[in-house]
C-alpha cells in the first residue's frame, strides 16, 4: 500500500469519526474471513459501518480530527475493526449478541468513544449496552414533562366534578 492510499484511508476514516457520534475499536484477529463477513452484514442490517484497519491509520485519523483521542491510542494493538454508528449503544448490544453464539468470544472490545467520552478495554461492554441513545433519553424527559400536567388536569378534572356536585347540593338544600 502506498502513501497515497493510506492517506485516503486516513481521510475516509477522520470523516467517519466526524460525521458518526460514536465508535468502537473491536478486537477482530483470528477471525475468518466468513465470520467478518457476517459481522459486517449484521452491522448494515443495524445502521453500523465496519471497516478493518491498521492501527497506525487508525491513530493517524483520530488525530487529524483534532480530537484528543490519547486514551483510545493504547487500545491500537493487534487486528483492529472500527465501528462508526450515530447511536451510541447499538454497537455494543451487536457485540454482545455476536458474543452470546456459539463458541463465539470475538470481537473483542478494545475501546469505544462515545460524543467524545472513552472507554478502554472490554469489561466496558456492559456499561456501554446500558447507555440511552439520544432518542431514549428525549422519550424520558417527554414522559416526565408530560406527568405533570397530567396530574394537574387530573386533579382539576376531579375537584371541578366535587364542586359541581357540592353546589348541586347546596343549591338542594337551600328549597
Known sequence: MNREEKNVIVLDLKEKMEAYGSFYITDTSNLTVAKINAIRRKCFERGITFQVAKNTLIQKAMEATGVDYSPLFAALKGTSGVMFSNTGNVPAKLIKELRSEKGAEKPILKGASIEQAFFVGDNQLDTLTAIKSKQE?????????????????????????????????????GE
Not at 424527559?141 to 348541586?168: E, R, T, Y
Open 137 to 173: 433519553l428525549i422519550g424520558d424527559i417527554i414522559g416526565l414533562l408530560q406527568s405533570p400536567a397530567k396530574n394537574v388536569v387530573s386533579a382539576l378534572q376531579s375537584s371541578g366534578g366535587k364542586l359541581a356536585g357540592i353546589l348541586k347540593t347546596l343549591s338542594e338544600k
